[in-house]
T-cell receptor, first 110, second 111 residues
Framework: GQSLEQPSEVTAVEGAIVQINCTYQ??????LSWYQQHDGGAPTFLSYNALDGLEETGRFSSFLSRSDSYGYLLLQELQMKDSASYFC???????????FGQGTELSVKP | SQTIHQWPATLVQPVGSPLSLECTVEGTSNPNLYWYRQAAGRGLQLLFYSVGIGQISSEVPQNLSASRPQDRQFILSSKKLLLSDSGFYLC??????????FGSGTQLSVL
């Protein structure tokens, strides 16, 4: 079946770096994207990888390795406002089927 | 610029009642449209997605249905709600890529 696996919780301190991993198993694969969701809000797009390698967008970076069916989101210089849930999502077909992982709850401590 | 509208923000419905949630996108044409559901503290479950008018792909064989009567309008419906239909319903759009834009969501409580 199709699935994306993420750790359920991660805790880090302000100013630190944290990595959130995502492994996927899908019938097809056309890339991985990442979203942030604060309590009660809608998810917002952070970053994506259509090809292997690292993509950097400010404090956030995302990495993809197709051969390992693995990606991660890297958050640098953590701030309290980064406390939220983070989701990876895989594009399973060229028609646009996007499936999500169960999410990782990040808690940033002072 | 593109915007997505989803309403209502909250909805309380009795078991067995019908449901209609509407989503519209402005500022773009021929988008992919999506309906997701999120249970409390859980991930996003893909319910339906559409690549064009009248073209609906169903991912969840339950008592929900979706329709796309116009290019930028996506409707989620049910004839009879179940308790298990409670959740946070999210509409989203993109242009066939990895970057998805979400509406503000509808919190549905079925009692």
């Amino acid at each position: 079946g199709q699935s994306l696996e993420q750790p359920s919780e991660v805790t880090a301190v302000e100013g630190a770096i944290v990595q959130i991993n995502c492994t996927y198993q899908t019938s097809g694969f056309y890339g991985l994207s990442w979203y942030q969701q604060h309590d009660g809000g809608a998810p917002t797009f952070l970053s994506y990888n259509a090809l292997d390698g690292l993509e950097e967008t400010g404090r956030f970076s995302s990495f993809l390795s197709r051969s390992d069916s693995y990606g991660y989101l890297l958050l640098q210089e953590l701030q309290m406002k980064d406390s939220a849930s983070y989701f990876c999502a895989a594009l399973e077909n060229q028609g646009g089927k996007l499936i999500f992982g169960q999410g990782t709850e990040l808690s940033v401590k002072p | 610029s593109q915007t997505i509208h989803q309403w209502p923000a909250t909805l309380v419905q009795p078991v067995g009642s019908p449901l209609s949630l509407e989503c519209t996108v402005e500022g773009t044409s021929n988008p992919n449209l999506y309906w997701y559901r999120q249970a409390a503290g859980r991930g996003l479950q893909l319910l339906f997605y559409s690549v064009g008018i009248g073209q609906i792909s169903s991912e969840v064989p339950q008592n929900l249905s979706a329709s796309r009567p116009q290019d930028r309008q996506f409707i989620l419906s049910s004839k009879k709600l179940l308790l298990s239909d409670s959740g946070f319903y999210l509409c989203a759009w993109n242009h066939r890529g990895l970057k998805l834009f979400f509406g503000s969501g509808t919190q549905l409580s079925v009692l």
